[in-house]
């Protein structure tokens, strides 16, 4: 039995069973982590001696008799700008190699609450400013698919890493497709809740009115079981939703008969591969035979999404990254001779050339006379853009679109442009700026054997129907594992 292989609802019931303990299950993710480190540097910092006592614990439990949640003893992987107290969380920057956070982020204290185990810290882009993982100072994140290739970002080492079968799940954040892209990329499910759905608490900042943290996994229904787990209103972050408990695996496994799909032509036109197209849109044919109604529609607007969403992310970026200058923490360069020159050499050594560059583009839309004329018509068209999703998800119960344009490319092969980088986002950024959620989970492989993921767009908490939606496809559809 690969205990790495098994889902989260497998694994639990395998232990309540007494067929292995949670430490033996945390030790196999553990060596699993060493074999695949080397190749897909997937992990910042390895916490085993932390993990094995977690695992220790919940046998002690189990052993006394108490009645354990779902997750109790069940290995999982947090991205490095998540604060977990004693452990250092880098956001993969220079700027806070060293920074070790006395307090854990709220989800953290509820996946402590259901006694779950956490094997390590995720690698990432710098501060999640990127979108393949090629950007953190630790070294970049390989695909598990093809270690050539990119697998996506920002939370490209939480995606390899269950792609990899090192964690039975992974935290990530996504401030304008960081989970669903590498998500798609990697061939793993993945879920952006609404906005608010998750305390940001503990969090590091990149975006405050776009960031949202989100689960990735091997199937819809682990997803739905650590969203059920981390979700829920928090008085240390305003922006968090106090609603009624639900359980995102009620519906799971209902049928889609009579359920209304979209298909936004904009994203299904140029720019995105013709592999992509056909890919997502026999998924649609799939939806149609299981008795969904599949429709396609303009949702025009959304082509503005691109600009509005780095024009608003870099600018509270740059306000966000202000705090970070060498004086209270962090990375302080030594080479000073005076005070003029302590921010300057600080922050221009303590940062990389992306955090950097969003930095200066968010610092001057928000210069006096550039206010008016970009930030604030973004927000503008922000407003716009989210009234359109709000009618086209009147009439329809979820919207299908590809994820990423492309399946993974060449590590390398978008490092020198960066409006071709930022163009890969173009399916995913909309929902970030209407606060929506996001459904991704793979669909198909291209010619090269690289995932192709789908995306399913729900109404602002709907959730529940997005997982019901996204396992009536997954039910028939046979994934691959990497061999690495």
Request: hydrophobic share 40%; aromatic share 8%; net charge neutral.
């Amino acid at each position: 039995m690969n205990l790495n292989e098994m889902t989260i609802r497998a694994a639990a019931s395998a232990m309540a069973r007494g067929e292995f303990s949670a430490e033996e299950l945390t030790e196999s993710a553990l060596r699993r982590i060493k074999e695949t480190q080397p190749a897909i540097n997937a992990y910042i910092t390895v916490m085993e001696e932390r993990a094995l006592e977690q695992a220790r614990a919940v046998d002690r439990k189990r052993r006394a008799g108490e009645k354990l949640p779902l997750l109790a003893g069940v290995p999982g992987a947090i991205k490095d700008n998540i604060c977990i107290n004693g452990v250092r969380t880098t956001c993969a920057s220079r700027m806070l190699e060293n920074f070790v956070p006395m307090y854990d982020a709220t989800v953290i204290e509820r996946l402590d609450e259901n006694d779950a185990v956490y094997v390590g810290k995720t690698n990432m882009d710098e501060f999640a400013m990127g979108s393949s993982n090629e950007t953190s100072f630790f070294g970049p994140v390989s695909n598990p698919y093809d270690t050539e290739r990119i697998p996506g970002g920002s939370s490209g080492g939480s995606a390899a890493a269950i792609a990899a079968q090192t964690a039975l799940f992974a935290l990530g954040s996504d401030t304008g497709g960081s989970i669903r892209q590498p998500g798609a990329l990697c061939g793993t499910v993945a879920i952006k809740p609404t906005y608010g759905r998750v305390s940001r608490y503990g969090l590091v900042a990149f975006a405050s009115s776009l960031d949202q943290i989100g689960v990735f996994a091997k199937t819809t229904d682990d997803c739905a079981v650590v969203l059920n787990a981390i979700c829920g209103g928090d008085k240390k972050d305003s922006t968090s939703l106090f609603l009624e408990k639900e359980d995102f695996t009620a519906d799971i496994g209902r049928d889609v008969k009579g359920l209304r799909i979209g298909l936004p032509r904009l994203y299904f036109g140029e720019g995105i591969s013709a592999e992509t197209r056909e890919a997502v849109l026999a998924a649609a044919k799939e939806y149609e035979k299981q008795g969904a109604i599949v429709d396609e529609f303009d949702l025009d607007l959304a082509r503005y999404a691109l600009p509005v969403y780095y024009l608003i992310s870099s600018a509270e970026a740059s306000s966000n990254l202000g705090r970070f200058d060498g004086v209270r923490y962090g990375f302080r360069e030594k080479s000073i001779r005076n005070f003029d020159e302590f921010f300057d050499k600080t922050r221009n050594a303590g940062y990389g050339e992306e955090v950097k560059r969003r930095i200066m583009l968010g610092t001057y839309v928000l210069r006096s006379g550039y206010y008016d004329a970009y930030y604030v018509k973004a927000q503008k068209v922000r407003t716009l853009i989210k009234r359109e999703y709000d009618r086209a998800l009147s009439k329809y119960d979820v919207l299908l679109t590809p994820v990423s344009p492309t399946t993974a490319w060449k590590k390398g092969e978008k490092s020198g442009d960066a409006l071709s980088m930022y163009a890969s986002d173009v399916c995913t950024v909309s929902l970030n700026i209407a606060g929506l959620p996001g459904l991704v989970l793979p669909c198909a492989y291209d010619k090269n054997g690289l995932p192709i993921g789908m995306q399913l767009i729900g109404r602002a908490l709907d959730e529940k129907k997005l997982f019901r939606v996204g396992a009536a496809f997954e039910k028939d559809f046979h994934g691959k594992t990497p061999e690495i």
